[in-house]
């Protein structure tokens, strides 16, 4: 099962291997306090992607789609995908949009490709 939890939360709750799946660390957070098992830095949408989407809701399909076939280019999905197969698995973001987010994104797609 993949879940999803926000870096900033005070008391996440959820259980099983928790991945930060951002392309850059979340401000102001300490490793110890965000208490991530891996860092798939290299599976967050391109800096192009992002920028483009900037969490318009109008652009989330098309984001899905474009980050989707980024997703399939690159090599590192893989790990990520191998991953979804062992275990309970928690998706950790930091941004603030709750809705229209690369995590959310990721675990669309693992559940396609799983």
Not at 54 to 72: C, I, N, T
Not at 82 to 104: I, R
């Amino acid at each position: 099962m993949i879940t999803l939890s926000w870096a900033y939360e005070k008391r996440p709750t959820e259980n099983g291997t928790r991945v930060l799946v951002d392309r850059l660390w979340p401000r102001g957070i300490k490793k110890e306090k965000l208490n991530i098992n891996r860092w798939l830095k290299d599976i967050a949408p391109s800096n192009e992607l992002r920028k483009w989407f900037a969490h318009d809701p109008l652009k989330w399909e098309e984001f899905k789609v474009r980050y989707f076939s980024e997703l399939d280019a690159n090599p590192n999905t893989r790990e990520f995908l191998e991953l979804c197969k062992e275990g309970d698995l928690v998706l950790v973001f930091s941004s603030k949009e709750q809705v229209y987010n690369n995590a959310v994104a990721l675990k669309e797609y693992a559940r396609l490709h799983t």
